[in-house]
């Protein structure tokens, strides 16, 4: 993308105001490891070793686990799934830096045509609304009304959440818009209409359904969420908005909007939108939902930027606990001290606060387990712990539990809790927890050498001798030291190399760019942005990959030499004719022949 001169100077400004170190420890715990920091990485289910790598030098990082990589604008395009502009944009609100006007005609409208987009939909959203809080309100709304009655929900929630309802009808909220002005291509693309085989249009909630509007953190109307009266339908009890421009199921959270305001210091997390409206109805003003499916690590993601503490509020069947489980192990991956609320007699949130009050619900909060206690109950209701066996049993699922614990006085006190239980040592359980710990790492070791050895295949076309793994190795420290050190760029060119002499295309492309650099000169930003997102990760893999060595120069003789090395055995291979061709081709097929009676002759005269 050709930019203007003053646009780079605000994107090398937006770079240097946004310290990379700073801005991921914001997303994780950084540890210092030499010159360099290490992370778990929070774009990935990276749990115990620290893939992620960070230069403070270079103002770049490199995940070896998920293969991401580049500048701290890249780490936010992927934290936050954003585009380039918007994470430069979401940067340069971080460092108060006022966005210029950038970019090429083209790309300005490019950019402006998204952003109408997006607020058409908005505005469509917005006024689809409004039709559904004016028919809940009608005639036809009555059913609808009369059901969020018995419900317990009051006008002022209604107004406060504005539910509506969407009457039957193939075509009413198409026609209605439509009458606003909106196409129905546009009605669709908000994901309000549904397209039949003949081309034709009609409402995507047309049954009769209460409406839920979900609106993002910044106050718009991103999608709804559409619930049956009748439980015996054949159609879905829930039905959401499709996947649009604006609305993505797994990164949002129904009630944030509201919640992000709590002083509470944590966030109640149910499962259903009745569940949030009852509490906040109640003055407890901090529950959220997700939208209609698990809880992803994308919604954990974006709860990290309001609070570190969250309480699972899920409801106490067997489906509740599994899902309770399943969040709880997100939650603790992205850092939240997580704890589970327990609801006695098969309640759900919305129907205790009816019963029992706000008053006890919240003594029902403040009585949550931590989600290690609450995994241990669970698992100690299958075992008979007095029966010796079963106690056996027992102890080691409590162990593999234990070996999840990252914090040491943590880990300690659940280890005596549970060795007193069990009626053995602390010590030996301890055993136990380390002997899993170690089995869990080999485990992991032996899959990220997999991952490896797959990838390495994949690179080199299923070639796996030692010398084209060296060659590709010596390729990589030799780019580095390129990108580094401009004597090894001289050097390099004054050895005749060039970017063809390179194995792999994309050590041949960063070659080609490195190469063109003037005064041998790198900008690793600038250098970055001449690469496609798929790409960069394996670009700042190279970049970072420096082998701690101080002098490069020197260090490269070897990496240089080998390539070059390569490239005259090429090419004396090129220079072979077609009869030195087929005398080697001979050459080798009496070898094997001689290999196989060789092998035959041992077969028959060392029998088994």
Same mark, same amino acid.
Request: one cysteine or more; hydrophobic letters at 35%; proline letters at 3%.
């Given at each position: ?145 009369? =059901? +969020? $009655? %018995?419900? !317990? ?8 959440? &504005? /539910?509506?309802? *969407? ?8 026609? =209605? +818009? $439509? %009458?606003? !002005? ?8 908000? &994901? /309000?209409?549904? *397209? ?413």
């Amino acid at each position: 993308m050709a930019v203007s001169a003053d646009f780079q100077d605000f994107v090398d400004e937006v770079l240097e105001r946004n310290d990379i170190t700073e801005v991921i420890s914001e997303y994780a715990k950084l540890k210092r490891v030499g010159s360099r920091y290490a992370a778990l990485c929070p774009l990935h289910n990276d749990k115990k070793s620290p893939s992620l790598s960070i230069s403070p030098d270079k103002q770049l990082f490199h995940c070896f686990g998920c293969g991401a990589g580049g500048n701290v604008i890249h780490f936010i395009m992927a934290m936050e799934h954003l585009d380039f502009m918007d994470a430069l944009k979401y940067l340069a609100d971080r460092a108060r830096i006022p966005m210029p006007e950038q970019g090429s005609s083209t790309d300005r409208k490019r950019r402006e045509e998204t952003m109408d987009k997006k607020q058409k939909i908005y505005q469509i959203n917005a006024e689809a609304a409004r039709y559904f809080y004016r028919h809940l309100a009608g005639d036809e709304g009555k059913d609808a009304y009369a =059901y +969020l $009655k %018995e419900r !317990g929900i009051t006008n002022a929630t209604i107004k406060m959440f &504005g /539910l509506g309802y *969407a009457p039957a009808g193939w075509t009413r909220l198409l026609d =209605y +818009l $439509k %009458e606003k !002005g909106y196409s129905e291509h546009d009605v669709f693309e908000a &994901g /309000l209409a549904k *397209a039949r085989d003949n081309g034709s249009f009609y409402d995507a909630f047309y049954d009769g359904r209460v409406m839920f509007p979900i609106i993002n953190v910044q106050g718009n109307i991103i999608g709804f969420g559409g619930r049956i009266m009748q439980e015996n339908s054949n159609t879905g009890k829930y039905l959401n908005t499709p996947e649009t421009l604006v609305f993505k199921k797994k990164e949002n959270l129904f009630g944030l909007n509201l919640a992000k305001n709590s002083k509470a210091g944590r966030m109640l997390l149910m499962e259903g939108y009745m569940d949030v409206i009852s509490l906040h109805q109640a003055g407890i003003n901090n529950a959220i939902a997700s939208l209609g499916t698990a809880f992803t690590p994308e919604q954990a993601r974006l709860l990290k930027k309001y609070t570190s503490k969250a309480v699972l509020c899920y409801d106490a069947d067997d489906a509740g606990k599994k899902a309770a489980l399943r969040a709880g192990d997100i939650l603790t991956e992205q850092g939240f001290k997580t704890k589970v609320l327990t609801i006695t007699d098969g309640k759900d949130p919305d129907e205790f606060i009816k019963t029992k009050g706000p008053e006890m619900f919240q003594v029902l909060v403040e009585g949550a387990r931590p989600l290690i206690g609450y995994k241990i109950d669970a698992i100690k209701q299958h075992y008979d712990l007095n029966d010796t066996e079963q106690m056996l049993e027992f102890t080691e699922a409590a162990a593999g539990v234990l070996s999840e614990i990252n914090n040491e006085i943590e880990l300690e006190l659940y280890t005596k809790q549970i060795a007193k239980e069990a009626g053995i040592s602390p010590d030996t359980l301890s055993t136990q927890v380390k002997v899993l710990r170690r089995k869990q790492q080999q485990v992991k070791e032996r899959q990220e050498e997999r991952k490896e050895r797959k990838n390495f295949e994949e690179r080199t076309g299923g070639r796996r001798d030692l010398h084209e793994m060296g060659l590709k190795n010596a390729e990589r420290l030799l780019l580095n030291f390129m990108a580094e050190e401009p004597a090894v760029m001289k050097k390099v060119k004054e050895s005749g190399l060039t970017a063809e002499d390179f194995t792999e295309g994309i050590h041949r492309k960063l070659a080609e760019k490195l190469l063109a650099c003037p005064d041998d000169r790198v900008d690793g930003n600038a250098l970055l942005e001449q690469f496609s997102p798929e790409e960069i990760g394996v670009v700042a893999a190279i970049l970072l990959d420096d082998k701690n060595t101080e002098n490069k120069k020197e260090a490269s003789i070897q990496p240089l030499a080998k390539v070059l090395d390569a490239k005259q055995r090429i090419k004396q291979a090129e220079l072979l004719t077609n009869d030195d061709l087929h005398e080697l081709d001979k050459m080798l097929k009496q070898k094997e022949q001689e290999k196989r009676r060789n092998q035959t002759w041992k077969t028959k005269n060392n029998p088994q």
